[in-house]
């Protein structure tokens, strides 16, 4: 079943994108993350111009973390004040990212500077994960203490710094200030990739802020779905490159991939759940690395000139 | 595909000095894009006449029928290993390249015509692509960007060459089908037909024919560029809409 798509000007298999669309959001569901990086470069393999891919995608990680969010509100596991703060730091830390990527683009880097940074993101991020998991695996299996639960006054340094904030929700009181500098960082990652940054900040409010699992995705969420609010308008003011038949299919297929998936995610046992969010983010920077590192089959790629008017 | 080839309208002029008049009529010159397009196929149907002066020629006619889709700025890069990695690092402009060719032929073009006549008038996908002014020349070899160029189109299927596509119904009536794969962009379409006799062109037409987006299609394109914010708006506000509704779907817990 074929529906031509008005913005990419190609015609698509309806059902074949509805699946991507419950695939991808499964996985968002469930590990709390946006789950652009895995559906910009599916959407591309398709044939879909690249800048209609990373625009479209936006509109079903909006639909997907709309509804983790009213999920999260109303099992009250959403840190609406953390939320905020990482909100505003993920702004100025777009507008960062944005000033970089025109940089990298006038050095003619581009392309350089975005595979580069996915790779040493997702190995940095997936591997320390992984290591994590595999200590706590062992830990639990020697019958061994598990890792030491927090208790009150064991913080790390840097949350003793100035300006320290109380954020109930999340059993967490410190200085803002490296809450701030980690959404200035998500959000110029994010910027620069075409992504909302989810899989760094999941780990980063599990690993270094021990904020509790459930509080995290909830959190994550909200923090995704203010920022591709934005990217979403913008891409379309911009870059008119948001296909809003293509964006509806994938609005339908990933809001009932969500759903199972945050079920899905409830029902893991915490260690399993920081497992495979490692493996799976290794994998996607194993696969680009791979993409730098091995002989291209076909040597030569073609490409529209961009021109600014 | 409509026919409506039965009303050949005239369309070619003869040279003076050349006694055959060439005739082309397109199936279609308006094809229209809407929600199940998967690509369409036009008919080119064409008839040589000749006035009563001229004598039979012995070995017949033949054609070669030339499609250029909406122009591009297409860029060619080519990767190259740097220490363990491999990066673009060449690559070649192609400031003018249609964005589909297609060239159909009655016979093999290298029997048609000579070499240096299908350089000089650009006849076959490699005379088109092998021209001079076809790259951003940079003064150095640019062979493979070129090969490469082909190879990439081709496999898309939007550059092919047929080289038994025109078909004569009698010594003097030929058509052709133009089959337009479906991510072919939307946009004007030349078609080139030259006639020739004992290796050289005796007439030439150019007709055209459009590739345009309707109904629903067409408003949506059209919102998109005249109502960027409204769009973009829109689109955000159906999206928090569909996560609302399946968080009312599936509340459970």
């Avoid at chain 1, 880097?109 to 040493?120: A, E």
């Avoid at chain 2, 093999?108 to 005379?127: C, F, M, N, V």
């Amino acid at each position: 079943m074929q529906i031509y798509l008005p913005i990419a000007e190609m015609p698509v298999n309806v059902l074949l994108i509805l699946a991507m669309g419950a695939a991808v959001g499964f996985i968002s569901g469930m590990f709390g993350i946006g789950g652009g990086f895995l559906m910009t470069p599916l959407l591309i393999f398709l044939g879909i111009p690249p800048a209609v891919a990373v625009a479209t995608q936006t509109a079903q990680i909006v639909a997907s973390s709309t509804t983790s969010v009213l999920g999260a509100v109303r099992r009250n596991a959403l840190d609406l004040k953390l939320g905020s703060v990482m909100v505003f730091g993920g702004l100025i830390g777009s507008v960062l990212g944005v000033w970089f990527f025109a940089a990298a683009r006038r050095a003619g880097q581009l392309d350089l500077v975005i595979v580069v940074s996915y790779v040493t993101l997702f190995m940095v991020v997936g591997g320390l994960m992984l290591k994590e998991s595999v200590r706590e695996f062992w830990t639990n299996r020697n019958g061994g203490p598990t890792r030491p639960r927090r208790r009150g006054g064991q913080h790390a340094p840097y949350l003793f710094w100035p300006l320290r904030m109380r954020f109930y929700r999340s059993k967490l009181y410190g200085s803002v200030i490296p809450i701030l500098g980690l959404a200035l960082f998500i959000g110029f990652a994010g910027a620069l990739l075409g992504i909302g940054g989810g899989f760094i900040m999941v780990p980063a409010l599990l690993y270094i802020f021990r904020v509790p699992t459930t509080v995290v995705v909830g959190t994550s969420q909200f923090q995704i779905i203010c920022t591709t609010l934005v990217a979403l308008v913008l891409h379309a003011v911009a870059n008119q490159a948001v296909d809003i038949v293509l964006a509806l299919l994938l609005i339908v297929g990933g809001v009932f991939g969500a759903q199972f998936g945050a079920r899905a995610g409830r029902n893991l046992k915490a260690d399993l759940f920081r497992f495979l969010l490692a493996v799976l983010l290794l994998a996607v920077g194993l696969r680009f690395a791979l993409e730098l590192t091995v002989k291209p089959e076909e040597r030569f790629s073609i490409a529209v000139q961009e021109t600014r008017p | 595909m409509r026919i409506a080839a039965a009303l050949l309208i005239l369309l070619g002029l003869a040279t003076p000095s050349i006694a055959e008049t060439l005739i082309t009529s397109l199936s279609n010159h308006r094809v229209l894009i809407n929600s199940n397009y998967t690509g369409t196929s036009i008919a080119i149907f064409g008839a040589i006449e000749r006035d009563a002066q001229t004598v039979a020629r012995a070995s017949g006619y033949d054609v070669v029928v030339t499609v250029r889709g909406p122009r591009q700025f297409l860029v060619v890069r080519e990767k190259s290993r740097v220490g363990p990695v491999w990066l673009n690092r060449e690559q070649q402009k192609f400031p003018m390249a249609p964005a589909y060719l297609n060239v159909l032929a009655s016979r093999p073009i290298s029997e048609i015509t000579t070499d240096a006549l299908r350089q000089r008038q650009k006849i076959g996908l490699h005379a088109i692509i092998d021209a001079p002014d076809f790259t951003n020349d940079r003064g150095q070899s640019d062979e493979r960007f070129r090969d490469a160029f082909l190879r990439l189109k081709a496999r898309e299927g939007l550059y092919l060459e047929d080289e038994r596509g025109a078909t004569f119904l009698t010594p003097n009536i030929f058509r052709a089908s133009i089959s337009l794969p479906a991510i072919a962009p939307p946009g004007g379409y030349d078609v080139e037909v030259a006639l020739f006799a004992d290796t050289v062109i005796l007439a030439r037409t150019l007709t055209h024919f459009e590739l345009v987006k309707t109904g629903f299609e067409q408003r949506v394109g059209e919102a998109a560029r005249d109502w960027r914010l409204i769009y973009g708006l829109f689109t955000a506000l159906i999206a928090v809409f569909f996560g609302w509704t399946a968080s009312v779907i599936f509340r459970r817990d």
